[in-house]
């Protein structure tokens, strides 16, 4: 059973820097696909980041390109999201999901595996 669990969320002043981590565990992940989504109060569940397992191939939606960076380390079977410039509307839970999959899919819907997010709050 894979099991994903963020940390790392908190307050943060705009233009500042968070690091969110997430731990999977559960099998081994070669041919997966590891995002970031966020969810906003309101909104629905939106595309932030992609990675192959294994590769370098990435992956962002427009709105934090340039910004945030993911990234992994197979040993530790980790994924993180790095994220910079961080802005009001960045304000969101953040959550980490795999499925078994290298295409790139921005829907929600196609991830199997899910974390239960972890709160990131951007102040103005």
């Known amino acids: 059973q894979v099991q994903l669990v963020e940390s790392g969320g908190g307050l943060v002043q705009a233009g500042g820097s968070l690091s969110l981590s997430c731990a999977a565990s559960g099998r081994t992940f070669g041919g997966y696909s590891m995002v970031w989504f966020r969810q906003a109060p309101g909104k629905e569940r939106e595309f932030v980041a992609h990675?192959?397992?294994?590769?370098?191939?990435?992956d962002y939606s427009e709105s934090v390109r340039g910004r945030f960076t993911i990234s992994r380390d197979r040993d530790k079977k980790m994924l993180y999201l790095q994220m910079n410039s961080l802005k009001p509307e960045d304000t969101a839970v953040y959550y980490c999901?795999?499925?078994?999959?290298?295409?790139?899919?921005?829907?929600?819907?196609?991830?199997?595996?899910w974390g239960q997010g972890t709160q990131v709050t951007v102040s103005s």
């Open positions: 990675i192959r397992w294994v590769g370098e191939l990435t």
């Open positions: 999901a795999a499925r078994y999959d290298v295409i790139p899919s921005h829907n929600a819907g196609d991830y199997d595996y």
